[in-house]
């Protein structure tokens, strides 16, 4: 009996151009890190309370650097919203420190050292995404209210021209045809408003942990935000009356608290729409 001189077959793990392959990002334990999904995940109601908790748990874990963070932050934002042409360039910067806070954010639920510098730590690696995504955002903003202004002087025109409105103006009053045309005008805005603000709300995260380029990852959030209108609709519904009511009881000093908290979900609410390592339990 003769024995093969052949080799047995074997699976190579090298790409065509001898490369070796390109292995999943892990943490410093070996376990996965978050994967971008192709499509957005579309979750329950009930996601934009989990959004708040899973936002506290991590603020919870290091409460004092994180308060220290944002108060830092808010001096900034106190010094330079006080200063001519600096308070301008504060509020172009402004996505560059939520850019990273959500740094910070990874880095805490992946296992490393959460660091004072975190706030900073974008202005390194993507402040030229994030500055253009806020450019972008301000010039739709700036594009949407060009037509809600229009309809105002129009329909303040019309109305307070017309015999059945009253059009006379004394110092200390203003027409109804006015407060009318106020009124639509301001609905339009806050129909074409809320859209933009979809297209906002994913988008530093895609940038800072994917790379995503700005206008794609506008388009990415505010798909996203429309697969998850009932979690962000409950989100913007809960966090205000939470944080009212937290501030009033507080007597503001809440805010230390409510400020990260408010930043963190940025985070948590990424990781369950555009990962694959949802914070939030899934159906």
Request: hydrophobic residues 55%.
């Amino acid at each position: 009996m003769s024995i093969s001189s052949g080799t047995p077959n074997t699976v190579s793990l090298q790409k065509n151009n001898a490369l070796p392959p390109e292995l999943p990002p892990v943490d410093e334990y070996g376990k996965l890190l978050p994967q971008l999904l192709a499509e957005p995940r579309s979750g329950s109601a009930g996601w934009g309370i989990s959004w708040i908790t899973n936002a506290f748990a991590l603020f919870k874990e290091q409460f004092l650097l994180w308060i220290g963070m944002v108060v830092v932050y808010l001096i900034i934002m106190a010094v330079t919203s006080a200063i001519p042409v600096i308070n301008l360039i504060f509020s172009i910067i402004s996505f560059v420190f939520i850019g990273g806070i959500i740094k910070g954010c990874a880095a805490q639920v992946s296992g490393k050292e959460l660091r004072f510098n975190h706030l900073f730590s974008a202005f390194g690696t993507h402040s030229g995404p994030l500055i253009i995504l806020f450019l972008l955002y301000v010039v739709a903003l700036i594009i949407a209210i060009v037509p809600a202004g229009i309809i105002f002087v129009a329909l303040a025109h019309v109305l307070s021209s017309s015999d059945s409105i009253n059009s006379v103006l004394s110092a200390d009053q203003i027409s109804n045809g006015t407060i009318i045309a106020l009124l639509l005008a301001s609905l339009v805005a806050i129909l074409i408003f809320i859209p933009l603000s979809m297209a906002v709300w994913f988008a530093p995260a895609l940038i800072v942990l994917h790379d995503i380029r700005p206008i794609e990852s506008m388009k990415m959030s505010l798909k996203g935000s429309l697969k998850n209108i009932g979690p962000l609709f409950v989100f913007f519904l809960v966090g205000p009356i939470i944080a009212l009511l937290v501030f009033t009881l507080t007597l503001g000093i809440g805010m230390l608290v409510l400020v990260p908290i408010g930043m963190i979900t940025y985070y948590t609410s990424y990781r369950d729409v555009w990962t694959d390592q949802p914070l939030s339990a899934t159906t």
